[in-house]
């Protein structure tokens, strides 16, 4: 090659092109995909674009909905999160590139483009092209620029606001040189608003400053300024489809807590920790907020942005450009400040700011400013080019040294055809996500309580899916499934039924009964979408459609794309412009056929039909199930093959160990509910402690109790390292509904059986037996209580049944079983006798379904279960000495009465009895009265027996007595009389006999109350 072709190449091209790949390089390196956790979830990058991809194969575009997010039951993504850099990825895998490689292309690509739109921005401000070179250089290197990849895995879309970044800076200079432009500006700030909206907030004021500046230092014509304005209109109207419906249909789903707890911004602000302290970037994560952190500057980025802050105040006298400095330090200082405490009054009071959670999100602007900043060290050197190339050189590697030489990304071994439906649902109900949001944002606001697992999560064959009858008598099967479309078969047989499919309601869902519009509506505390159908062989079809915001948004962003493509169309028959490749364009050209050349290569490499290795998943490291080809590495001892299986009786782990050294290793294995690794789950269903030994055993661990149908984990560990094997799924025997000895706490639930578990003496594990006796159309709350004799509340859990891995509504016709772990306060007493609450609520009103309560409860030192008796039942006469009959709506009479008094108090024990298996829980009132005034003067509601025997436990013909007593001491002295009645919460039961006062429904007794 002779020195005249050489200097033909354009090196700058080639040289930003190698900067992308090399800080993209550590991508491709390791099989699968860079796997991060405690900064992020890239499981969620490979979920998002397989449902994105699933859209777009169906013809759905744009995509709103993701089909087999939340287990299954749908959820509205798309509606309100920017997914630009995923319609890319898509691009990729629909011409052929699987979705790991898919994503490795976006993300290559993503450096590659945001260094090629800093280099033509810095090239229009800087002296010299090196000092362009050198500024895009910083822009690739900056620590957060690497940090969206390796450490925040999930954050693809903030990553690719780096790339829009330059390019609005551009545009906005281009629309002052040829006001036609404008269309790049719209191009690109639009794509920032459609790429990563929080970034559109937050850089938005930097953009309006630039405006500003711009017209400052151009005096900028009034064509100019009227070329930026419609530049950012059609801006706003390109992307409209996406944000008009995200901000004007928040409302719609549970956004209420997306800026509270950890992701308040007030937790995370940067002060002495704003800088680390170590020359190779450090990118663990620190649970302590105020200790080193990755999202800080990094050492040696702080230092060339302070020298070159330097050399630009020493140069400058003779600059030319000292409105573009001004700007240049105005943004280092603000998105500075942005980051630390010192601008917590602007957090507090301006409406938007909050929702960007994170104070250190700013660093990716502050990424620019300091990357310009950096390149003013080559005014020191402006007037001699081999200085300037070798210091620009130095500078650059030093940048690309500090973060690249540090990095050591951990692989997630996976293959692209083990991302599946299956698999996505399996990963939410293992990490609680719900369509990767870790606080299910977006699910809709009819959906209370939250799903923790759905009708389908891992075996859809093991379970058939199901519609709930709420009313009526009807059978539903599912016909066909696509991304926005359902069609069910129903066949009803009373005059009409209600029924709910398994399918999130959200507006926008529409349906049709044989072709004709119906309508629907959500089921109360369940989420499904309603539907009421008459009598008859019908076809329910459920269908995605617009809204009117999301239509008139598409239209709206349907009109930019035409406008855009008329002025485009305009320019080029003006300008005549001849297609020509120019120079500045190499390098995107160079980048993507080599990131294209580099991803073919890697795929076909990946021709491995099946790799063997134990599946397994790891909550705080890899929660997606992955093979472990050369076993599961615990340090002193290595798992090379597990299997396990689960039968009524016990769980039957066989495991092979291979053990490294001669010391004795040990390890727990047990047998977990899919709610126990999860914060404040409960305790394990059954665990060993085995020595390990080389070789193959099998381990038998005895079940407590049947479990229900549903998923299972076997967990096994060895020191610290934990590890779950591949999920078992278990289908219960079906069983007659045991005899509800605690009684019924809705029409078709009861609670048969109880026993506890004392764990340790912090710990009470409570097992319930559940009985259940039809259809249950709702999904409700759990809250169990712990008091003692007196009343006092000593512990309590708020919860799902399951911990929302056994919904209700899922429940089938039968015996059920689940268990609970209650934390036990150092002070509970041990040799007391407590009661246990149980009570069903509706989850969005708090409503109260029932209760019942489990009494002769001990939290001693007995570390096995230990069965709790129902109270006994006598079917016999109350023992009472004053004989009534008054009857309370056909269910209850009241027997009679013994009536006590002392100075100091007054004790009423109550005869009742049931006239009937009572289905309804119902306090009792005594009230003491002066009947001149009809003034309560002491009085006593709640359930008999001092709220431990709900009236839904009583059986027809058994007698229930209960002593209640009224205090005396602070009754004024009288003449009084007793009334008493029954109440719900819909009033008080309708009474009749002897002393029944119907107009006030309520008995009083003959005797007179003399209070002296």
């Known amino acids: ?59 759905v575009f744009p995509a709103r909905w993701m089909p087999d997010a ?61 000092a362009a070179w050198l500024i895009a250089a910083a822009y690739t290197f900056a620590p957060f620029h690497l940090i969206n990849v390796y450490v925040r895995g999930d954050s693809l879309s903030e990553f690719y606001a780096f790339v829009f970044y330059p390019l609005i800076l551009l545009s906005i200079d281009r629309v002052v040189e040829s006001p036609r432009s404008f269309g790049w500006l719209a191009l690109s700030y639009g794509g920032l608003i459609m790429t990563h909206n929080v970034s559109a907030l937050i850089f938005s004021p930097f953009v309006l400053a630039y405006c500003v500046v711009r017209g400052a230092s151009a005096r900028l014509t009034r064509s100019i300024w009227i070329a930026l304005v419609a530049g950012f209109g059609l801006a706003l109207a390109l992307s409209a489809w996406f944000w008009l419906p995200a901000l004007g249909e928040a409302n719609l789903v549970q956004l209420d807590n997306q800026t509270t707890g950890y992701f308040n911004y ?9 800088i680390q302290n170590s020359i190779g970037f450090d990118y663990s994560i620190a649970a302590d907020p105020q200790s080193s952190t990755p999202f800080a500057l990094g050492l040696v980025q702080a230092i060339g942005t302070g020298l070159g802050l330097i050399a630009l105040i020493v140069t400058w006298r003779r600059a030319r450009d000292r409105s573009f400095r001004v700007f240049v330090v105005a943004g280092l200082i603000v998105s500075t400040l942005m980051i630390t405490p010192l601008s917590k009054v602007l957090w507090d009071t301006l409406p938007l700011l909050p929702l960007t959670q994170f104070p250190w999100r700013f660093l990716s602007i502050q990424s620019l ?27 650059g590697c030093a940048l690309a040294a500090a973060v690249l030489l540090p990095l050591r990304p951990d692989y997630l071994p996976i293959r692209a055809d083990e991302i599946t439906p299956a698999r996505l649902q399996l990963y939410e109900a293992f990490t609680g996500n719900i369509g990767t949001t870790i606080r299910a944002e977006y699910l809709p606001r009819t959906t209370l309580p939250r799903p923790y697992t759905g009708p389908i999560v891992s075996e859809p064959s093991a379970v058939s899916l199901r519609a709930i009858v709420s009313s009526g008598e009807a059978t539903a099967n599912q016909q066909t499934r696509s991304t926005t479309r359902q069609m069910w078969t129903t066949q009803v047989e009373s005059e009409r039924a209600t029924v709910a499919v398994p399918l999130l309601y959200w507006p926008g869902w529409f349906a049709t009964i044989d072709g004709q519009a119906a309508s629907i509506g959500a089921a109360p505390d369940l989420g499904y979408i309603q539907i009421e159908v008459p009598q008859g062989a019908h076809q329910l079809v459920f269908e995605l459609g617009h809204t009117p915001l999301r239509l008139i948004a598409e239209l709206l962003s349907l009109a930019a794309i035409g406008g855009l493509l008329f002025i485009g169309a305009t320019n080029l028959r003006q300008q005549r412009v001849r297609f020509k490749l120019p120079d500045r364009a190499v390098s995107v050209v160079a980048l993507t056929l080599l990131a ?31 093979r472990n080809r050369s076993g599961v590495d615990f340090g002193t001892a290595r798992l090379m093959a597990a299997r396990v299986e689960l039968n009524e009786r016990e769980a039957v782990a066989d495991l092979i160990w291979s053990v490294t050294g001669n010391q004795p290793v040990t390890a727990t294995i047990a047998l977990e509910s899919p709610a126990t690794h999860l914060p404040d789950g409960p305790s394990a269903i059954v665990q060993q402690v085995i020595d390990v030994e080389p070789g193959s055993y099998r381990y038998r661990l005895p079940l407590p109790f049947d479990l229900p149908t549903g998923l299972y984990f076997f967990r096994v560990q060895v020191g610290s390292r934990v590890e779950y094997l591949a999920p078992i799924w278990h289908k219960q025997t079906e069983s007659e509904p045991a005899a509800s000895m605690f009684g019924k706490l809705a029409p078709v639930i009861a609670l048969a059986t109880a026993q506890t578990h004392q764990l340790d003496r912090s710990r009470l594990e409570v097992q319930l037996g ?13 809250s169990l209580r712990l008091r003692d004799a007196t009343g006092k509340v000593w512990t309590s859990l708020d919860t799902q049944p399951g911990y929302g891995f056994q919904p209700t509504s899922s429940w089938p016709m039968g015996t059920l079983n689940d268990a609970y772990t209650l934390d036990l306060p150092d002070d509970l007493s041990r040799d007391q006798v407590y009661a246990l609450d149980v009570i069903l609520y509706r989850v969005a009103s708090k409503q109260e379904v029932g209760r019942t309560s489990i009494d002769g409860l001990r939290v001693d030192t007995s570390y096995w279960w230990r069965v709790i008796d129902a109270p006994h039942k006598w079917y016999g006469e109350p023992e009472v000495t004053r004989r009534i009959d008054v009857n309370f709506a056909d269910q209850i009479q009241l027997a009679g009465y013994t009536l006590t008094q002392a100075p100091s108090l007054l004790e009423l024990k109550l005869g009742w009895k049931a006239l009937q298996n009572v289905e309804r829980n119902y306090k009792v009132f005594v009230h003491l009265f002066d009947p001149a005034t009809e003034t309560i003067v002491a ?49 008080r039961l309708p009474i009749s006999g002897a002393g029944a006062e119907v107009a006030n429904q309520r008995v009083v007794l003959d005797e007179v109350i003399e209070v002296r």
């Not at 405690?38 to 499981?43: N, T």
């Not at 007030?266 to 704003?274: D, G, K, T, V, Y």
Request: glycine share 8%; proline share 6%; aromatic share 16%.
């Open 266 to 274: 007030a937790e995370h602000f940067r002060s002495a920790n704003l």
């Open 70 to 130: 939340a287990y299954g039951l749908g959820y509205p993504f798309f509606n309100y999160y920017a997914a630009l850099p995923y319609y890319l990825g898509a691009l990729f895998n629909l011409i052929g590139f699987d979705l790991l490689v898919s994503i490795k292309l976006v993300q290559t690509l993503g450096f590659g483009f945001a260094a090629w739109g800093m280099y033509r921005w810095a090239d229009r401000h800087t002296p010299t092209r090196s």
């Open 369 to 395: 400013f300091a990357a310009v900043t950096i390149g003013y060290l080559t005014n020191f050197t402006t007037h001699h080019a081999p200085r300037t190339t070798l210091l620009t050189s130095l500078v």
């Open 770 to 782: 559940w009985a259940i006796y039809g259809v249950i159309d709702a999904n409700y709350g759990l």
């Open 939 to 987: 009085q006593s509601d709640m359930m008999p027996r001092n709220n431990t025997y709900a009236t839904s436990r009583w059986f027809q013909n058994e007698a229930v007595t209960e002593t209640i007593v009224l205090p005396l001491a602070d009754v004024p002295p009288g003449s009084y009389r007793i009334a008493i009645g029954l109440f719900d919460e819909a009033g």
């Open 1 to 59: 090659m002779t020195t005249r072709s050489l200097r033909s190449i354009p090196w700058l091209s080639v040289t930003l092109v190698l900067l992308a790949l090399l800080a993209a390089l550590p991508l491709w390196t390791g099989p699968g995909l860079v796997n991060t956790r405690g900064g992020g979830d890239s499981p969620f990058l490979f979920f998002r674009l397989q449902q994105l991809v699933t859209n777009l194969r169906d013809g």
């Open 596 to 626: 294209g050349l580099l991803a073919f290569v890697y795929q076909t490499a990946y021709t491995v039909t099946d790799w063997p290795g134990i599946l397994t998943m790891d909550f705080a490291g890899q929660p997606w199930l992955h």
